[in-house]
């Protein structure tokens, strides 16, 4: 298909693992965004990267959250150690960056994480 | 920082009109909407620029006022698909990071 992949769609762990969660953006779009929603609290922003750097980690939660991408393509997060609190979908999109704004984000299916 | 969306739910029946505002504490450069239905991904509606532009897409229009660092969504003669999760985000300066609300839940009924 043509749009944003994201893999596991569900994943399960028991507290204190480690969980992998991938994302497989659009062709061509330079931008990919994670962010994570829980309920009632929205769209949060985690972690925005431009090709393979990331100019904004300001949302990450704490240090057992990084995110890299390789290759200007598909981009992992990782969550070490994991907690009950980090139960949530965590969304992956990608934008095609052409002007001075963020254009049109197309979202993923999303990743369920249930922490238990 | 997060945009405030309100309401956070509105229940129509089909026909009805809503509206949905989204304010910042920060300029604004750019304001988009989005649609999300239950189990889904959320769908790209609009993006507004600075400038008090004003958008159409059907029966759905949004404005942006820059000064007052507010938009609204207008949905006029709504239809049962029009159910779902409005958000809202924002972009402060050309940074290309949305921040978006925490979303208002509009319910059509027939």
């Known amino acids: 298909g043509a749009g944003v992949s994201q893999s596991p769609s569900n994943k399960v762990t028991e507290k204190g693992k480690d969980v992998e969660l991938r994302c497989d953006p659009i062709?061509?779009?330079?931008?990919l965004y994670w962010y994570r929603q829980s309920l009632g609290q929205g769209l949060e922003f985690l972690i925005y990267?431009?090709?393979?750097?990331?100019?904004?980690k300001s949302g990450l939660p704490s240090d057992r959250f990084s995110a890299e991408r390789t290759g200007g393509s598909v981009s992992t997060l990782t969550i070490q150690r994991t907690q009950q609190e980090d139960s949530a979908v965590y969304l992956c999109?990608?934008?095609?960056?052409?002007?001075?704004?963020?254009?049109?984000?197309?979202f993923g299916e999303g990743s369920r994480l249930t922490v238990l | 920082q997060q945009p405030v969306q309100s309401p956070q739910a509105v229940i129509l029946r089909e026909g009805e009109d809503a509206v949905i505002n989204c304010s910042s504490s920060?300029?604004?450069?750019?304001v988009h909407w989005y649609r999300q239905k239950h189990g889904e991904a959320p769908i790209f509606l609009m993006i507004?620029?600075?400038?008090?532009e004003q958008k159409g897409h059907d029966k759905i229009s949004a404005s942006f006022n820059e000064k007052k660092q507010q938009s609204s969504l207008y949905l006029t003669a709504s239809q049962l698909s029009y159910s779902g999760t409005y958000f809202c985000?924002?972009?402060?300066?050309?940074?290309?990071?949305?921040?978006f609300g925490k979303g208002t839940l509009l319910t059509v009924n027939p």
């Open positions: 999109a990608s934008s095609f960056v052409g002007g001075m704004n963020t254009g049109e984000l197309f």
């Open positions: 062709s061509g779009h330079t931008a």
């Open positions: 990267f431009q090709g393979n750097s990331a100019p904004d």
């Open positions: 920060k300029a604004l450069y750019s």
């Open positions: 507004l620029l600075k400038g008090g």
């Open positions: 985000g924002t972009e402060a300066g050309s940074n290309y990071k949305l921040t």
